[in-house]
């Protein structure tokens, strides 16, 4: 029943923009179809239709303008048809598009619907006086940034390439990594309006074929009119609903979707935004770094066990001390309750009270830090929070022991690798605060089984969101919550080659 709760019915239908204009034919008279292209690009000044009509064979180029190689349109194609032209007086204008130095990669298109996407892509679209079809020529470029190291996933040691907003250079970025030749980039389409250019791609050898085909079904048959980026994607194929845990791991690093390939799972690649996105994905691969696997495995299991332990904190730690200093006294040591009364003397508002206020202020903090330009950004969050703290306490709103609660558990949720989850621990964190204002300890408890049993409920793709925990896969601890050796995961094939040489 509670799985199902969490669960949305979704009614996926097929439906394309340019279905109204699939029954529209390219005519043989040239001025009726750029008329027709006309009334379907309409007036913006970036739209250009360039026209030929002076030369035996008239013509007309159409394209838009920053989003094509107006000097390889000049060079390749232009020149070249007004050249033979002239020279040639045995003129055929089906001939004509064959003339110019990139005839092996022209396409023809006998209905509008077939021009009308190209165009927008940034192909040019030949229309020629005679010939009841047209000509699309690949001419893309725009301006893109060069390949950086990314900000949201930082590491002291490992690559420092990320991917960018361009779908051919995170190609080449992860080919650069795998050079392997079952390594497929199919692409698609998604939004009515948008058209947005995604890649599914995976390693055909490896893959999980019931994951590809249940990605390549839910991105095939999407109804919407609009994706900007991988996060609404997300949203929209997610099968969990409602639940605050993501089910699609995002990441920006070459070398976390490379390694993603290699194990079976499926890379979705966006065009306008360097955030990737891999499925199926775990409960457990959100502990996990790309950086574990450059240090040594001892470091790497402590580290992935400090991220554990704070996102423990993050979630319970506000709640645990509202629990234990309103109803659970005999739980602390004496001295220390001792101490905490004395904090507490004079404080005008109880626990419950004073951990939301003050976690409702540190979130105001840290949204306002992110928000803010970036030279002050920071120093507006840190002085704030200090500032704040300090000021609260000695006007006696506040006991100076909330603060280095709030404090803590502000900390631990920078821990974790990805933004997206620890938003999760973030959220729940105010349930979790409710409960133990209300029912203590006791509530905290049933939450958090009510919280298990709703991990092991959600799925990724088909797949259990908490495996191999649950259901328990003996095989795959070496790299589950600590990351044993990396000659304990090789073949015992490779193993003895090892051993050998």
Same mark, same amino acid.
């Given at each position: 029943?509670s /799985?199902? =709760?969490?669960k949305?019915? &979704?009614h996926y239908t097929?439906?394309?923009e340019?279905e109204?204009?699939?029954?529209?034919?390219?005519s043989?008279d040239?001025?009726?179809?750029l008329?027709? !292209?006309e009334n379907?690009?309409?007036?913006? !000044?970036d739209v250009?239709i360039v026209q030929?009509m002076?030369l035996?064979?008239?013509?007309a180029?159409?394209y838009?303008?920053?989003?094509?190689?107006?000097?390889?349109l000049?060079l390749?194609?232009?020149?070249?048809?007004?050249s033979?032209q002239?020279?040639?007086?045995?003129?055929?204008p089906?001939d004509?598009?064959?003339?110019?130095?990139? #005839? $092996?990669?022209i396409?023809?298109?006998d209905h509008f619907n077939? +021009?009308?996407?190209?165009?927008l892509k940034?192909?040019a679209?030949i =229309?020629?006086?005679?010939?009841?079809?047209?000509?699309s020529?690949?001419?893309?470029t725009?301006?893109?940034?060069?390949v950086?190291?990314?900000e949201? /996933?930082?590491?002291?040691?490992?690559?420092r390439?990320?991917f960018?907003?361009t779908?051919?250079?995170?190609t080449?970025?992860?080919?650069r990594?795998?050079?392997n030749p079952t390594?497929?980039f199919?692409?698609?389409?998604?939004?009515?309006i948008t058209?947005?250019?995604?890649?599914v791609?995976?390693?055909e050898s490896q893959?999980d074929?019931?994951?590809?085909? *249940? %990605?390549?079904?839910?991105?095939t048959?999407?109804?919407t009119?609009k994706?900007? *980026?991988s996060g609404?994607?997300e949203?929209?194929?997610?099968e969990?609903g409602y639940s605050?845990?993501?089910?699609f791991?995002?990441?920006? &690093?070459?070398? %976390?979707?490379?390694a993603a390939l290699t194990e079976?799972?499926v890379?979705i690649?966006f065009e306008?935004t360097? =955030?990737v996105l +891999?499925?199926?994905t775990?409960? +457990? #691969?959100f502990?996990?770094?790309?950086e574990?696997?450059?240090h040594?495995f001892?470091l790497?299991s402590?580290i992935?066990?400090?991220r554990v332990l704070s =996102?423990? !904190?993050?979630l319970?730690?506000?709640?645990?001390?509202?629990a234990?200093?309103?109803?659970?006294? *005999?739980?602390?040591?004496?001295?220390?309750?001792v101490?905490?009364?004395?904090?507490r003397?004079g404080?005008?508002?109880?626990?419950f009270v004073?951990?939301?206020?003050?976690e409702t202020?540190f979130?105001?903090?840290r949204?306002?830090g992110i928000?803010?330009?970036?030279p002050?950004g920071?120093?507006?969050s840190i002085?704030?929070?200090?500032v704040?703290g300090?000021?609260a306490?000695?006007a006696?709103?506040? #006991?100076?022991?909330?603060?280095?609660?709030?404090?803590?558990t502000?900390i631990s949720?920078? %821990?974790s690798?990805?933004?997206?989850?620890s938003?999760? $621990?973030r959220?729940?964190?105010?349930?979790?605060m409710?409960?133990?204002?209300t029912?203590?300890i006791f509530g905290?408890?049933?939450?958090?089984l009510?919280l298990?049993?709703?991990l092991?409920s959600?799925?990724s793709?088909?797949?259990p969101?908490f495996?191999?925990?649950?259901p328990? /896969?003996?095989?795959?601890?070496k790299? #589950?919550?600590l990351?044993?050796p990396l000659?304990?995961?090789?073949t015992?094939?490779?193993r003895k080659?090892?051993n050998?040489s």
């Amino acid at each position: 029943m509670s /799985q199902q =709760f969490f669960k949305r019915k &979704r009614h996926y239908t097929e439906s394309s923009e340019t279905e109204k204009y699939e029954h529209l034919l390219v005519s043989s008279d040239l001025k009726t179809n750029l008329i027709e !292209i006309e009334n379907i690009l309409g007036d913006s !000044i970036d739209v250009k239709i360039v026209q030929f009509m002076e030369l035996p064979i008239p013509f007309a180029i159409c394209y838009i303008e920053g989003l094509i190689n107006k000097q390889q349109l000049e060079l390749s194609i232009i020149e070249p048809i007004k050249s033979w032209q002239l020279k040639d007086t045995t003129l055929q204008p089906i001939d004509l598009v064959h003339q110019t130095e990139v #005839s $092996a990669v022209i396409s023809t298109c006998d209905h509008f619907n077939l +021009i009308v996407t190209p165009v927008l892509k940034g192909q040019a679209i030949i =229309f020629v006086d005679g010939v009841n079809q047209a000509y699309s020529i690949p001419l893309e470029t725009w301006e893109t940034r060069g390949v950086e190291e990314p900000e949201a /996933q930082t590491m002291v040691r490992g690559p420092r390439e990320g991917f960018i907003e361009t779908l051919q250079t995170n190609t080449t970025l992860l080919r650069r990594r795998i050079s392997n030749p079952t390594l497929r980039f199919k692409p698609f389409e998604v939004g009515k309006i948008t058209k947005t250019t995604i890649l599914v791609s995976y390693l055909e050898s490896q893959v999980d074929q019931e994951v590809l085909q *249940e %990605v390549i079904k839910r991105v095939t048959n999407l109804n919407t009119d609009k994706i900007f *980026e991988s996060g609404m994607l997300e949203e929209l194929i997610d099968e969990n609903g409602y639940s605050p845990f993501p089910t699609f791991q995002s990441t920006e &690093r070459p070398d %976390v979707a490379a390694a993603a390939l290699t194990e079976g799972n499926v890379v979705i690649m966006f065009e306008g935004t360097p =955030f990737v996105l +891999i499925t199926p994905t775990t409960f +457990i #691969s959100f502990f996990q770094a790309a950086e574990d696997y450059y240090h040594h495995f001892d470091l790497s299991s402590f580290i992935r066990f400090i991220r554990v332990l704070s =996102f423990m !904190i993050s979630l319970a730690l506000p709640a645990t001390y509202i629990a234990v200093t309103t109803f659970h006294h *005999e739980l602390i040591p004496t001295n220390l309750l001792v101490s905490l009364a004395a904090q507490r003397e004079g404080v005008p508002f109880p626990a419950f009270v004073e951990a939301l206020v003050m976690e409702t202020i540190f979130e105001i903090l840290r949204e306002a830090g992110i928000r803010m330009p970036r030279p002050i950004g920071s120093a507006v969050s840190i002085v704030g929070a200090i500032v704040i703290g300090e000021s609260a306490v000695a006007a006696g709103l506040v #006991s100076p022991a909330i603060v280095i609660v709030v404090s803590l558990t502000a900390i631990s949720s920078f %821990v974790s690798p990805y933004y997206a989850f620890s938003g999760a $621990a973030r959220l729940l964190r105010f349930v979790l605060m409710i409960l133990a204002a209300t029912t203590g300890i006791f509530g905290m408890i049933f939450f958090m089984l009510g919280l298990l049993i709703h991990l092991c409920s959600l799925t990724s793709m088909g797949k259990p969101y908490f495996t191999p925990l649950a259901p328990f /896969q003996s095989g795959k601890q070496k790299d #589950s919550l600590l990351r044993l050796p990396l000659w304990w995961t090789q073949t015992k094939l490779h193993r003895k080659r090892v051993n050998k040489s």
